[in-house]
């Protein structure tokens, strides 16, 4: 069992939940599609990451869809006195300045933890990028987990989940069926 989380504590999780429902609707925002109740592992994509405000809307809509995750972040905000709030929130620190496989030591983890649900932004970064980096998909495919495609239109104020992918081996041809879901946000 991967470390407790706010999404699992006990009676904190259930608040949260309700806060972010309440949350969400006060501020005019609709929350669509559904996560799988089966599905134990996953690496869940949020696209297009564009802004601070997308971490935390992504929890409130995980939290609305009963999404238990965690995300990856760069190390710097894990650091004293935020690292424990925010490996509790879900987060698991990346050093992005060492030279490491960041794929291979996820995809171990999947190996690990049998409850283990991971979103990344596959853009790697809030900036205006011309490709999306190829982690998370090598991750996915590694570990041999589907991709859950998560978003957020924050022009239509909405949130949510596009579907599941599973992916075929092939990064190219799987990433243009993949981008597809996505271009009526980008």
Not at 36 to 59: G, Y
Request: net charge positive; with cysteine; proline share 6%.
């Amino acid at each position: 069992m991967w470390r407790n989380t706010m999404f699992t504590t006990p009676v904190i999780s259930s608040f949260l939940r309700f806060f972010s429902l309440v949350l969400l609707k006060v501020c005019g925002w609709k929350v669509e599609g559904s996560f799988p109740k089966d599905m134990r592992q996953c690496v869940l994509i949020a696209a297009p990451h564009t802004t601070n405000w997308d971490m935390p809307f992504s929890l409130m809509i995980a939290f609305a869809l009963r999404m238990p995750l965690h995300w990856v972040g760069k190390s710097s905000i894990f650091k004293f006195p935020f690292g424990f709030l925010m490996r509790w929130m879900g987060g698991i620190p990346v050093d992005r300045v060492k030279k490491n496989n960041m794929v291979d030591a996820t995809v171990d983890k999947f190996k690990t933890y049998p409850d283990l649900k991971i979103m990344m932004a596959p853009e790697g970064t809030r900036s205006q990028v011309t490709h999306w980096k190829s982690g998370f998909y090598h991750i996915a495919d590694g570990a041999g987990v589907p991709i859950v495609l998560g978003f957020i239109d924050y022009k239509n104020k909405r949130g949510g989940i596009l579907g599941v992918f599973h992916t075929q081996g092939n990064y190219e041809d799987d990433l243009k069926l993949i981008q597809k879901y996505y271009q009526p946000y980008m």
